[in-house]
């Protein structure tokens, strides 16, 4: 009986990892790692056309979401990324970077889709 109640706990345990592999990483996205893209999965996206060694954080003007939405909206940035962190960052075509915290992730994607139309 106790065999079978520990080979039960396992199973469950296999399951939960394979369900949080499955749900909750994210697939076919370009990734940074050493200052380099890496591809995970099949990316529809081609690879970013900068390095990610590029970006120094403490150099980004930090600004309210609100206030990023509407600089995305009025066409005033350049380039736009997010973080799995749910960090936004654009360039504007000033070449000034500001970052936001978007409230959920992939946010900005719908801001994007709207004014774009992707």
């Not at 050493?34 to 590029?54: C, Q, V």
């Not at 360039?91 to 709207?114: C, R, S």
Request: aromatic fraction near 8%; glycine fraction near 4%; charged fraction near 25%.
């Amino acid at each position: 009986m106790k065999k079978r109640y520990w080979i039960l706990i396992f199973t469950i345990i296999v399951l939960i990892i394979v369900m949080v592999s499955i749900f909750l990483i994210p697939r076919n996205v370009w990734v940074s790692k050493n200052g380099e893209w890496i591809k995970r999965g099949k990316p529809e996206a081609p690879m970013p056309a900068f390095s990610p060694s590029e970006i120094n954080y403490e150099e980004i003007q930090e600004i309210d979401w609100q206030i990023m939405k509407r600089v995305i909206n009025n066409c005033e940035a350049k380039r736009v990324m997010q973080t799995h962190e749910k960090v936004v960052i654009a360039t504007l075509k000033n070449g000034q970077k500001l970052k936001a915290l978007e409230p959920a992730i992939d946010d900005v994607m719908k801001i994007a889709v709207q004014n774009v139309g992707i």
